[in-house]
């Protein structure tokens, strides 16, 4: 018997919270990425990405993947290629 993937539906009204996540966790990486010291060696090379932090692409998330509930999915908890891991 062929099954179907599992699709989780989405809940578009759960979109415009999702996306003020979004949009407040660049924020935050960007005031985090301001408030490093100036006498820090590293304040030069980082000060040059906050303007890479964008939040516009948020918005052009399809609308077929807005709202939906990542709480259960893997990749979330995977370790990333380069040795980071979400927290």
């Excluded at 996306?19 to 010291?37: K, M, Q």
């Excluded at 939906?68 to 893997?74: D, K, R, S, T, V």
């Excluded at 290629?81 to 927290?87: M, Q, S, V």
Aim: net charge negative.
């Amino acid at each position: 018997m062929l099954t179907l993937p599992y699709a989780p539906s989405a809940i578009p009204s759960a979109w415009p919270s999702q996306l003020a996540l979004l949009e407040s966790i660049d924020t935050h990486l960007r005031r985090v990425i301001n408030a490093v010291p100036v006498a820090d060696p590293n304040k030069a090379y980082l000060s040059t990405w906050v303007d890479q932090v964008d939040t516009s692409h948020n918005a052009d998330i399809p609308l077929n993947v807005r709202g939906l509930c990542y709480a259960g999915l893997e990749l979330l908890d995977a370790q990333l290629g380069f040795g980071l891991a979400w927290a």
